[in-house]
């Protein structure tokens, strides 16, 4: 398994244009484990759930240090989404390993955080497939998504602590925007969330429950959304073509890939690095 490294973005473009692409890659003891998330170290380099790991990256020396291990009693268990917090704790939270897209053992996920000193804090169990997270712009807030229940959640952040309560439902996905996935927060407070099988991203008002804007993409199956760019103004979101059969890839070729949204008039926020 490798982590490549300045991924091609491939955009909205014509048929027979091609993304500029640079790689580098760091090759994991961990052949059989699937990188789920990446996110930025303070210290320099960067960590990642690998499996049921927290591991830290070192690009400059080509290694991986195991930070902790999760679910040991959960052999078939995965991380799945995971984010930084703006305390400097990564959560993360797991799930059952598919048999199908978005077929698999339910209940067996939980939610955690690898906290600054490496401890690891266990938030909630009975999870099915641990998806999108982010905070509130004032930090008092959680947003998470466990996408089989269709719903965006909120609950009452503790910055100072990490601990989470109050959990409640902000949002439920409409019939024809499917299975709620990745999600990220702009600078409105508003919230992005990637709909899988759904071919599109939703913007919700978390106050008033409201979807504010689609944006609809050519491909079934958007699974995360973030900001980028130099001031954070342009949309990445990734998609999956697993389970795609030959028919859905001539109608939908481009499944799998990157795609860059621009003009969407708003900015997102920097991400937070891990401060372990």
């Known amino acids: 398994m490798n982590i490549l490294s ?3 973005l ?29 996110a930025l170290r303070q210290s320099g380099d960067y960590v ?45 939270g797991t799930m059952a390993e598919e048999t199908a897209p978005a077929v698999l053992e339910r209940h067996q996920g939980s ?21 999108g997270l982010d905070w ?29 309560s109050n959990r409640r439902s902000v949002y439920k996905l ?6 709620p996935d990745g999600m990220c927060i702009d600078v409105a407070g508003k919230l992005w969330v990637a709909c899988y099988n759904g071919g599109r991203v939703i913007r919700l008002d978390p106050e ?7 944006v609809k993409l050519p491909v079934d199956k958007t699974t995360s959304c973030c900001f980028g760019g130099k001031d954070y103004s342009e ?12 028919e859905d890839l001539l109608r939908q070729p481009e499944a799998g890939g990157i795609f860059k949204i621009t003009g969407l008039g708003v900015k997102g926020i920097p991400p937070h690095p891990y401060a372990g």
């Open 111 to 131: 939610l955690y955080s690898l906290f600054p000193n490496h401890h690891v804090e266990k938030y909630f169990d009975q999870v099915d497939i641990s998806n």
């Open 136 to 164: 509130s712009l004032d930090h008092k807030i959680f947003y998470y998504i466990d996408s089989l229940s269709y719903s965006v959640d909120a609950f009452d952040y503790d910055l100072q602590t990490g601990k989470i």
């Open 48 to 92: 990642a759930t690998v499996g049921t790991k927290f591991c830290a990256l070192n690009w400059a020396n080509q290694s991986t240090l195991v930070l902790a291990t999760v679910d040991k009693d959960k052999k078939n268990n995965r991380f799945n989404d995971g984010k930084v917090d703006p305390a400097g704790r990564y959560f993360a």
């Open 235 to 246: 949309m990445y979101v990734t998609s999956a073509r697993d389970g795609l059969d030959s």
């Open 6 to 8: 300045d991924v091609a």
């Open 208 to 214: 008033t429950g409201k979807r504010l804007q689609t």
């Open 10 to 38: 491939t955009t909205q473009q014509k048929e027979g244009s091609t993304p500029n692409r640079q790689k580098s890659c760091i090759p994991l003891e961990m052949p059989d484990a699937p990188v789920s998330s990446v």
């Open 174 to 179: 409409e019939k024809e925007e499917q299975i």
